[in-house]
């Protein structure tokens, strides 16, 4: 999350990297970055709790902090003054990504999918 913090907040405009103009990578990037984080998340809580914590309650909790902390990335990037300026379609983008993580995690966990949330000790 400290990456993806830089990332947003940091304008690499005056910087000598090469720019590249591919429509949609902006939006594709906050996609990406907010569907591992919630992944992320919800692994971490899988372990560290040792599956104790029911599946529901731990999707819910890493939505509700992504899409927190993605609101709060974009206001800040809004009242920064310099070259990043935060948008509703990047908003929008961040809450996509969350809701296809949270989507992954429900699938991987669920009865068909390759996973089980309990560990058994």
Same mark, same amino acid.
């Given at each position: 999350?400290? !990456?993806?913090?830089? *990332?947003?907040? $940091?304008?690499?405009?005056?910087s000598?990297?090469?720019?590249?103009?591919?429509?949609? !990578?902006? &939006? *594709?990037?906050?996609?990406?970055? /907010?569907?591992?984080?919630? $992944? !992320?998340? =919800?692994? /971490?809580?899988?372990?560290?709790? &040792?599956?104790?914590?029911?599946?529901?309650?731990?999707?819910i909790?890493?939505?509700?902090?992504?899409?927190? /902390?993605? +609101?709060?990335?974009?206001?800040?990037?809004?009242? #920064?003054?310099?070259?990043?300026?935060?948008n509703?379609?990047?908003? #929008?983008?961040? $809450?996509?990504? +969350? !809701?296809?993580?949270v =989507? =992954?995690?429900?699938?991987?966990?669920?009865?068909?999918?390759? *996973?089980q949330?309990?560990? &058994?000790?």
């Amino acid at each position: 999350m400290a !990456l993806v913090t830089m *990332l947003s907040l $940091i304008s690499f405009s005056t910087s000598d990297i090469p720019k590249v103009e591919i429509p949609g !990578l902006d &939006k *594709l990037a906050h996609f990406m970055f /907010y569907s591992v984080a919630t $992944i !992320l998340g =919800c692994f /971490y809580a899988r372990e560290r709790t &040792k599956g104790m914590k029911s599946l529901k309650l731990v999707t819910i909790v890493f939505a509700l902090v992504t899409i927190i /902390y993605g +609101t709060i990335i974009e206001v800040l990037q809004h009242m #920064m003054k310099g070259e990043r300026d935060g948008n509703v379609f990047d908003g #929008m983008a961040n $809450i996509s990504g +969350t !809701l296809v993580g949270v =989507c =992954c995690v429900l699938w991987l966990f669920s009865e068909k999918g390759p *996973l089980q949330w309990k560990i &058994k000790s």
